[in-house]
């Protein structure tokens, strides 16, 4: 942490010197591990516009490989290069934060942070979620630096306001802004409200969604990285779930959180199933749009199947549990889903036909109110607003 804090000095210094390029962007998301989320679909739709000085990060080498097979940009691993490049861009683009996703510490104190983070949060998050008092390792969060706290009291808040880079947040709404404000400690002018590029694509090729092709992908629960079977725990029947599947020609997949793991005697039990199978791919949305009904607890993505027409259900598998031991919500639950709500998986497939069940029109204020913009691929909208917090417009090259 102290070398970061020497580093970002250095370089706030350096920034007197060298200026930013105009049209230099850079995107990453999740710590540089993986390709997806908001800015996996900006940083692609950029591409295709006008691809020139436009990159993505990362650390790992296989997503390296993959984005220069597609033909776009991408730059891996600390070298000089790289290093220059964050020195010299306009704006940089992550879904966490700039500091996790790209080389934070290189980047120039006049570059612009656009931070489109990773869903609508349904749980607390950010200084909201630390005010709990639960361990870091539940928030998922690094082990708090006992050093960098203890030079926190005795410099001036100056000092570290300094520090900080210009970030801009995205959220899809006025109540959304609302919410990061509060957990990121910024105020009004910080937010850029607008769509979520992620969903472009499902709004693109909606209509192709499977009948009873269901998906669950709850939140993560307990310490980050930890083996958790969150389907026994709460009445999964491995049988029942493969009968009433079969009799009404349905299917069911599992996608855990990348922070939770089944145990791998669960896993070769479904693996013998034809109706429930494991999705352990990379990026959700690439697959979000097939499916005709999504189950989750306390995820984003239940914002995300409201925002793009998908029938969707609250589980709320062990509620007061994850409340006491995990975190707190900033809604009710009957404020989210104002339907009767499954109490654990042996009621879900009991009553199946009733879950399974259509009920968008019941949802649209829900979805009014945390999606606020149309049926319809944002990208491009973004890309103005972001211009404007650049001082310029932006220009569609593709359609001139």
Same mark, same amino acid.
């Given at each position: 942490?102290?070398?970061?804090?020497?580093?970002?000095?250095?370089?706030?210094?350096?920034?007197?010197?060298?200026?930013?390029?105009?049209?230099?962007?850079i995107?990453?998301?999740?710590?540089?591990?993986?390709?997806?989320?908001?800015?996996?679909?900006?940083?692609?739709?950029?591409? =295709?516009?006008?691809?020139?000085?436009?990159?993505?990060?990362?650390? &790992?080498?296989?997503?390296?490989?993959?984005?220069?097979? %597609?033909?776009?940009?991408c730059?891996?691993?600390? &070298?000089?290069?790289n290093?220059?490049?964050?020195?010299?861009?306009?704006? #940089?683009?992550?879904?966490?934060?700039?500091?996790?996703?790209?080389?934070?510490?290189?980047? &120039?104190?006049?570059?612009?942070?656009?931070?489109?983070?990773?869903?609508?949060?349904?749980?607390?998050?950010g200084?909201? !979620? #630390?005010?709990?008092?639960?361990?870091?390792?539940?928030?998922?969060?690094?082990?708090?630096?006992?050093?960098?706290?203890?030079?926190?009291?005795?410099?001036?808040?100056?000092?570290?306001?300094?520090?900080?880079?210009?970030?801009?947040?995205?959220?899809?709404?006025?109540?959304?802004s609302?919410?990061?404000?509060?957990?990121?400690? #910024? =105020?009004e002018?910080?937010?850029?409200?607008?769509?979520?590029?992620?969903?472009?694509?499902?709004?693109?090729? %909606?209509?192709?969604?499977?009948?009873?092709?269901?998906?669950?992908?709850?939140?993560?629960?307990?310490?980050?990285?930890?083996?958790?079977?969150i389907?026994?725990? *709460?009445? *999964?029947?491995?049988?029942?779930?493969?009968k009433?599947?079969?009799?009404?020609? !349905?299917?069911?997949?599992?996608?855990?959180?990348p922070?939770?793991?089944?145990?791998?005697?669960?896993?070769?039990?479904?693996? &013998?199933?034809?109706?429930?199978?494991?999705?352990?791919?990379?990026?959700?949305?690439? %697959?979000?749009?097939?499916?005709?009904?999504v189950?989750?607890?306390?995820?984003?993505?239940?914002?995300?199947?409201?925002? #793009?027409?998908?029938?969707?259900?609250? !589980?709320?598998?062990?509620?007061?549990?994850?409340?006491?031991?995990?975190?707190?919500?900033?809604f009710?639950?009957?404020?989210?889903?104002?339907?009767?709500?499954?109490?654990?998986?042996?009621?879900f497939?009991?009553?199946?036909s009733?879950?399974? %069940? =259509?009920?968008?029109?019941?949802?649209s204020?829900?979805?009014?109110?945390?999606?606020?913009?149309?049926?319809?691929?944002?990208?491009?909208?973004?890309?103005?607003?972001?211009?404007?917090?650049?001082?310029?417009?932006?220009?569609?090259?593709?359609?001139?």
């Amino acid at each position: 942490m102290m070398k970061f804090i020497f580093t970002r000095l250095v370089i706030f210094l350096l920034s007197v010197f060298v200026p930013t390029k105009k049209g230099l962007f850079i995107f990453g998301s999740w710590f540089g591990k993986k390709y997806g989320d908001n800015t996996r679909a900006l940083f692609e739709h950029l591409s =295709n516009i006008q691809p020139e000085n436009v990159y993505w990060y990362t650390d &790992n080498e296989k997503i390296a490989s993959k984005i220069i097979a %597609s033909g776009n940009k991408c730059i891996s691993g600390v &070298n000089m290069k790289n290093i220059f490049l964050h020195l010299r861009a306009e704006a #940089v683009f992550c879904n966490c934060s700039a500091n996790s996703d790209l080389l934070g510490g290189y980047i &120039n104190k006049r570059t612009k942070v656009f931070n489109l983070w990773h869903g609508t949060p349904m749980k607390k998050i950010g200084k909201d !979620a #630390v005010k709990s008092g639960l361990s870091h390792t539940r928030l998922g969060m690094s082990k708090p630096n006992l050093t960098l706290s203890l030079i926190k009291k005795i410099l001036p808040s100056t000092f570290y306001n300094f520090l900080k880079l210009d970030t801009y947040y995205l959220a899809s709404s006025p109540e959304v802004s609302k919410i990061l404000q509060g957990a990121m400690g #910024v =105020n009004e002018e910080k937010i850029i409200i607008c769509g979520y590029p992620k969903l472009d694509k499902i709004f693109i090729e %909606s209509g192709y969604a499977e009948p009873y092709k269901i998906l669950y992908a709850p939140t993560y629960r307990g310490e980050y990285n930890s083996e958790l079977d969150i389907l026994t725990m *709460f009445g *999964f029947n491995i049988e029942l779930a493969d009968k009433v599947l079969k009799e009404n020609k !349905a299917t069911l997949t599992i996608r855990l959180h990348p922070a939770n793991k089944l145990p791998v005697a669960v896993i070769n039990r479904i693996n &013998n199933t034809n109706t429930i199978s494991i999705d352990n791919e990379d990026d959700i949305y690439e %697959s979000l749009g097939k499916y005709s009904l999504v189950i989750t607890d306390y995820s984003s993505v239940y914002f995300d199947a409201l925002a #793009v027409g998908i029938n969707v259900l609250i !589980a709320p598998f062990g509620y007061k549990d994850y409340l006491e031991n995990d975190r707190d919500l900033y809604f009710s639950l009957s404020e989210l889903y104002p339907e009767r709500m499954p109490i654990d998986w042996k009621d879900f497939f009991e009553h199946f036909s009733y879950f399974a %069940s =259509n009920k968008r029109e019941q949802f649209s204020s829900i979805r009014n109110k945390f999606y606020s913009f149309p049926y319809a691929p944002c990208s491009d909208k973004l890309l103005s607003l972001v211009y404007l917090k650049l001082g310029r417009e932006y220009v569609n090259k593709k359609n001139y």
